[in-house]
């Protein structure tokens, strides 16, 4: 029998309490204790308060893992996110949770950080937890992280991901036309000289927004260097800052900056900001997610919106249509949700 201790944790020399001790305190069976746990609508209502009388007085908490064996499937689907600093994933958080707990569920949520070792710990956690399903936005782009969920056979739904050879379900986004609206509505208002601030380019996202960029300069017949690509290694407000010194020091500055994300893009526009350079007036800068963050800016920043939310729910729904034990043959989905422009003032046309 599995024991926890009074404060929730696994033995470990601490005073334990079974379900045995909750029965003995409050004179009743283990089944009755057992179904005003789990089904307490079946147990009279004097004796109901006083098993759960007992099970305050002495600290007992249930283990989860314990009843996961007995009903053969868990109520927990692990969720690995690059980075809870951006509030992209945090949106993709919420929408999971919300989809999660519609279905009686709950979501655990790791970070990797972008870092492969952080990814396999992550990934070995929810392993020993026996989620029941992982969503999961992979750091490693080889997809060799992923083997060890298909060799235990647990489900996963890629996030921000695409599944080229459709092993699994996935849920993303249009970045080439996200990348592509970006640069048409720079061209549109008449730069000539378009910085292009990326991350590294293994990212997937990353490739794409280029790709979608360099696919707007093409169909506007304009020359190639048009745009001029400047790498960041991480794509955070600080990566931001750091590329905007240094094209503060480039001979000809930009007259518009295009962002990967809007983290990088408000760093930039921060440090464009204190270094006296009027926004759009002399510099357009344009985003990408649309977080929060990117309206309340000191110069609301125009972005390329990705519906988050709906990402997270829809692949929780995803994962939850395949572990529901009721489908005989899953089949597996691909969806890529459409990315929208939201023009703001950061972005107004070239004076």
């Known amino acids: 029998m599995l024991v926890y201790a009074r404060d929730g944790s696994p033995a470990s020399g601490r005073i334990m309490v079974s379900i045995k001790d909750v029965a003995r305190r409050a004179a009743v069976s283990l089944g009755t204790v057992s179904n005003v746990i789990n089904r307490p609508d079946s147990v009279a209502a004097a004796t109901r308060v006083r098993v759960l009388a007992a099970?305050?007085?002495?600290?007992?908490?249930?283990?989860?893992?314990?009843?996961?064996?007995?009903?053969?499937?868990?109520?927990?689907?692990?969720?690995?996110?690059?980075?809870m600093g951006n509030p992209f994933f945090v949106e993709v958080a919420r929408g999971a949770e919300q989809a999660a707990r519609a279905a009686g569920l709950r979501v655990m949520v790791c970070n990797s950080g972008q870092d492969l070792r952080e990814e396999?710990?992550?990934?070995?956690?929810?392993?020993?937890?026996?989620?029941?399903?992982?969503?999961?936005?992979?750091?490693?782009?080889?997809?060799?992280?992923?083997?060890?969920?298909?060799?235990?056979?647990?489900?996963?739904?890629?996030?921000?991901?695409?599944?080229?050879?459709g092993e699994a379900c996935s849920v993303s986004v249009d970045d080439v036309t996200g990348g592509a609206m970006a640069a048409r509505h720079l061209l549109d208002a008449g730069h000539q000289d378009i910085i292009f601030v990326n991350g590294p380019m293994h990212l997937a996202q990353c490739r794409d927004r280029y790709e979608g960029v360099r696919k707007a300069i093409a169909e506007a017949g304009r020359p190639a260097s048009t745009v001029t690509m400047l790498h960041v290694d991480r794509l955070d407000v600080a990566a931001g800052r750091d590329a905007a010194a240094r094209l503060l020091g480039l001979p000809h500055r930009p007259t518009a900056?295009?962002?990967?994300?809007?983290?990088?893009?408000?760093?930039?526009?921060?440090?464009?900001?204190?270094?006296?350079?009027?926004?759009?007036?002399?510099?357009?800068?344009?985003?990408?997610?649309?977080?929060?963050?990117?309206?309340?800016?000191?110069?609301?920043?125009?972005?390329?919106?990705?519906?988050?939310?709906?990402?997270?729910?829809?692949?929780?729904?995803?994962?939850?249509?395949?572990?529901?034990?009721?489908?005989?043959?899953?089949?597996?989905?691909?969806?890529?949700?459409?990315?929208?422009?939201?023009?703001?003032?950061?972005?107004?046309?070239?004076?």
């Open 257 to 351: 900056v295009f962002c990967a994300n809007d983290l990088v893009a408000l760093g930039v526009l921060q440090s464009i900001y204190a270094a006296g350079i009027r926004v759009p007036d002399q510099m357009s800068i344009v985003g990408y997610d649309d977080i929060e963050f990117a309206s309340a800016a000191a110069v609301p920043l125009t972005s390329v919106r990705q519906p988050a939310f709906q990402i997270g729910s829809t692949a929780t729904e995803l994962l939850i249509n395949e572990t529901d034990g009721r489908t005989e043959a899953h089949e597996h989905h691909r969806v890529i949700f459409q990315p929208e422009l939201v023009v703001r003032r950061s972005s107004l046309p070239a004076s």
């Open 55 to 83: 099970i305050d007085e002495l600290g007992y908490v249930r283990s989860e893992s314990a009843r996961q064996l007995r009903a053969g499937q868990s109520r927990i689907i692990g969720l690995l996110v690059l980075d």
């Open 120 to 165: 396999a710990e992550c990934l070995s956690l929810f392993a020993e937890q026996r989620v029941r399903g992982v969503l999961i936005t992979p750091a490693d782009t080889s997809g060799r992280s992923l083997a060890p969920l298909t060799q235990q056979r647990v489900p996963y739904v890629l996030v921000d991901r695409v599944v080229p050879s």
